[in-house]
Every structure is written in structure tokens, then in C-alpha cells.
């Protein structure tokens, strides 16, 4: 029988200095999130639940809780009831499209008052926890095909359900899973294929297609020059690779425009173009960048910030909450936080 014994966890056998050092980042991400919403006539505390350092507070408290609870857990837990705690994870996915208020644009988020949990988050260890149990059970074997499709319908479903939230972001996250697969055995040429599909997006909204269509076909010549051994297929594997390389360069446009919503197209145009739309879209880079810059060498000190605290940066608890970093303490806040 399993013993009780074997399922504490000695203080000797944990790592300590990791643990000291996910403290202090807590401990800072707390403290500069109270920084940037921090008003000095409203005479709040960084304990006021109105507010999102409060608030990260509740967060903070129930993480340590959730630790302790799995350090307590025994593992087989994990191991028995993986698909369980994914089936469940993937409810909440669907559910939050139908019981979210939208919120800039996304339906993301369980109000409970006044806190708002995020459904994918607990999906990704829900994945992952997923991927492991089957990528664990005997007999599978990533070389075969069926197991490739189940691994991908295992990622692949909690991300389109996140995707169809207007969530790219978290959805973009699953796509590190490939990364872990590739140690298992997944070809080298789809991480070629997705980085060339990377680099032809952003190549296509920088360069002018018929600069790129002549790059493709040059490559292509000089791949065809360089070939030892000029079979039908190694010559046509070139060429079909051509020619998908000018499709996905076709399709940049369609795919921007058509595909991607409005705010997703911003973000990525605002990403090329730093100098676009400086009173609209690009008004957060801009002022973000503004409030890095004017931090200098050693910053303006704690709570001294003038850009955050006058609101000139959106979301700047947030998604922003690096300049609030970058205008308190300076270029050696930024490298210590």
C-alpha cells in the first residue's frame, strides 16, 4: 500500500533559492501593478480590493494555497483523472462564449463580482497535463500517424475555442507545445515551414511582393543549381516548395484583411509601424515608449511616475505594466524587475 510517508515533501527537498526568487518577482509584479494605478488624491491603500493590486493580492493568497494543495496531492491523482480536469477546462472554454461580457473585444473572462478569471489559463495546464498522460500511456508511439492526430486534436481544440474568444494571444501560446513534440520525435520541417510562414508575413508587410517574388525565384534557382542529385523529385520538391512560398505570400493580404478583426490587424500594423496612427491605434506604443524613455538611467522613483499616473498609457496595469517599470525605476529597474 502507498504510504502517507512518501507523499510529504521535505522542506530539504525543495529548491529554495527558486522558490526566494518567485517571491521577489510576486512581491515586485504586486507592488509596480499598485504603481500604476496608483492615485494621490484618492488616498487608497495597496490593500483596497477596488483596486488591481488588491485584487492581485486575492490572486497571490490563492496561489500559494493552489501550491500547497499540489505539493500535498499525490501525483497518481494527476495521472488518474488528467482527462477529467482537460474535459472540464474545455467546458468552462466553451461556456465563457456564451456567459462572458465582452470586454475590448474579447469574451474571455467569468466575472465574479469584482474578479474576473480566465478560463484559458487553467486550460493551458489542462493541456498539458493532457498531453502528458496519453504521450505517457504504453503502447503510444509519436511516430505513428493517429497518435500525431490525437496530440494535435488534444492542442488544437482548446486553442480554437480560445481563438474563436478573440483571445490570439493565449491562443498563440499553445503554439510552444510544438516545441516539446519535436523532442518527441515531430520533423524538423514544420518548424521550418512555420518559421518561413513567420518570416513571409512579416517580409510581405514590409517589402514590396515583386522584390519578393524575385528573392523566391532566385532561391529557388540557386537551390536547383546546388542539387547533387537532380531527380524528378528532388527537382520538383523545389519547385512545389516555390510555389508555396508565393502562395502564402498571395495570402498575407487575404489573410490580414479579411481573416483577422480589426483589432487583431491593428496590433500587427502598429508592430511594423511604430509611427502609425499616433493619435489612434498607435497611441499606446507611443506613450508607452515615451513613459521607458523619460524613466532614464535610475527613473523617477516609486509612485513618481507622470505618464502612468496621469493615465497617458491605456492598460498600463496591465498589458503596459513595463512602463510604469521602465518610468519608476529607470534602465536598472528594468534589468532587475
Not at 98 to 111: Q, Y
Request: proline letters at 2%; aromatic letters at 12%.
Amino acid at each position: 500500500m502507498y504510504q502517507r510517508k512518501n507523499q510529504e515533501i521535505p522542506s530539504s527537498r525543495l529548491d529554495w533559492t527558486t522558490i526566494a526568487i518567485y517571491a521577489a518577482c510576486i512581491l515586485m509584479g504586486w507592488i509596480n501593478i499598485f504603481a500604476a494605478v496608483y492615485d494621490p488624491e484618492a488616498h487608497k491603500s495597496i490593500f483596497d480590493f477596488s483596486l488591481n493590486a488588491g485584487k492581485q493580492l486575492v490572486w497571490i493568497g490563492s496561489s500559494v494555497v493552489i501550491i500547497i494543495v499540489i505539493m500535498v496531492i499525490d501525483f497518481k491523482f494527476y495521472d488518474a483523472f488528467a482527462y477529467v480536469i482537460y474535459s472540464l477546462f474545455l467546458l468552462t472554454l466553451v461556456a465563457v462564449l456564451f456567459l462572458a461580457r465582452d470586454v475590448n473585444g474579447a469574451k474571455s473572462w467569468f466575472e465574479i463580482g469584482s474578479l474576473r478569471v480566465q478560463p484559458s489559463e487553467f486550460a493551458k495546464f489542462a493541456t498539458a497535463l493532457a498531453v502528458a498522460k496519453f504521450m505517457g500511456t504504453p503502447g503510444v508511439k509519436f511516430e505513428q500517424l493517429k497518435t500525431k492526430l490525437i496530440v494535435g486534436a488534444l492542442i488544437g481544440v482548446p486553442a480554437i475555442l480560445i481563438l474563436m474568444q478573440n483571445d490570439t494571444g493565449s491562443t498563440l501560446v499553445f503554439a510552444a507545445f510544438v516545441l516539446v513534440l519535436y523532442r518527441e520525435g515531430l520533423p524538423s520541417w514544420i518548424l521550418v515551414l512555420g518559421a518561413v510562414g513567420a518570416a513571409v508575413l512579416i517580409l510581405t508587410l514590409l517589402v514590396d511582393k515583386l522584390y519578393l517574388f524575385i528573392a523566391i525565384g532566385l532561391i529557388a534557382v540557386f537551390m536547383l543549381l546546388r542539387l547533387r542529385r537532380k531527380t524528378f523529385q528532388n527537382v520538383g520538391l523545389v519547385v512545389a516548395g516555390a510555389a508555396v512560398v508565393v502562395m502564402m505570400v498571395v495570402g498575407v493580404d487575404y489573410f490580414i484583411y479579411k481573416v483577422l478583426q480589426a483589432h487583431q490587424r491593428n496590433r500587427i500594423m502598429v508592430l511594423i509601424d511604430t509611427d502609425a496612427d499616433k493619435k489612434g491605434v498607435g497611441w499606446q506604443v507611443l506613450q508607452s515608449k515615451i513613459a521607458i524613455g523619460s524613466g532614464g538611467l535610475l527613473g523617477k522613483g516609486f509612485l513618481q511616475g507622470t505618464q502612468t499616473k496621469f493615465d497617458y498609457v491605456p492598460e498600463q496595469s496591465t498589458d503596459f505594466i513595463f512602463c510604469t517599470i521602465g518610468e519608476e525605476h529607470g534602465w536598472i529597474g528594468r534589468r532587475l524587475i
